[in-house]
T-cell receptor
Framework: SAVISQKPSRDICQRGTSLTIQCQVDSQVTMMFWYRQQPGQSLTLIATANQGSEATYESGFVIDKFPISRPNLTFSTLTVSNMSPEDSSIYLC????????????FGPGTRLLVL | QKEVEQNSGPLSVPEGAIASLNCTYSDRVSQSFFWYRQYSGKSPELIMS????GDKEDGRFTAQLNKASQYVSLLIRDSQPSDSATYLCAVDTGRRALTFGSGTRLQVQP
């Protein structure tokens, strides 16, 4: 089965800085997504990463805060900009189309702590 | 009203029993339904997907879907301590992205 990897797996950052998270899939996929999971909470969709065009953001998430790139069918990045302690979360990428179905499979996540 | 609702639990069952996890959703146009299992500190892993009314079985797991009642459930037979995790119900309303419930924490007592 395909593998989804994320880098970094975890990081501790100072407020006001930015962090870019990378998501790599070892085969081409149709769709990629970014989710956030705050401590003790479920997953919330941040945006759909569109290949070759601007990401589609959910309500409450904006491009200036969470710029996303998807240059090809196997790779995407999420940047968390101008971080505050409220951004401390697990950030998860997912990929759809790995097995020809609508099922989304998740990467291992990036655990972010902002001080 | 939340789009996808689950009882947060914890749901405690003895080893060998059947665990029943329930989920309701509000959007009638929802097409695809998924159950994910998430161990503490890990990312969600797919347990079952279901797309049409009725039951779908895979090993010890059975997913049940009733679109008229907007209800989807997951049964785990012969529950094992290793099944102790948070179970997330996820719904695709046709946008291809998923809306997740808050998750039900399952504890299987040895």
């Amino acid at each position: 089965s395909a593998v989804i990897s994320q880098k970094p797996s975890r990081d501790i950052c100072q407020r006001g800085t930015s962090l870019t998270i990378q998501c790599q899939v070892d085969s081409q996929v149709t769709m990629m997504f970014w989710y956030r999971q705050q401590p003790g909470q479920s997953l919330t969709l941040i945006a759909t990463a569109n290949q070759g065009s601007e990401a589609t953001y959910e309500s409450g998430f904006v491009i200036d805060k969470f710029p996303i790139s998807r240059p090809n069918l196997t790779f995407s990045t999420l940047t968390v900009s101008n971080m505050s302690p409220e951004d401390s979360s697990i950030y998860l990428c997912s990929a759809q189309g790995l097995d020809g179905s609508e099922t989304q499979y998740f990467g291992p996540g990036t655990r972010l702590l902002v001080l | 009203q939340k789009e996808v609702e689950q009882n947060s639990g914890p749901l405690s069952v003895p080893e060998g029993a059947i665990a029943s996890l329930n989920c309701t959703y509000s959007d009638r146009v929802s097409q695809s339904f998924f159950w994910y299992r998430q161990y503490s500190g890990k990312s969600p892993e797919l347990i079952m997907s279901i797309y049409s009314n009725g039951d779908k079985e895979d090993g010890r797991f059975t997913a049940q879907l009733n679109k008229a009642s907007q209800y989807v459930s997951l049964l785990i037979r012969d529950s094992q301590p290793s099944d102790s995790a948070t179970y997330l119900c996820a719904v695709d309303t046709g946008r291809r992205a998923l809306t997740f419930g808050s998750g039900t924490r399952l504890q299987v007592q040895p």
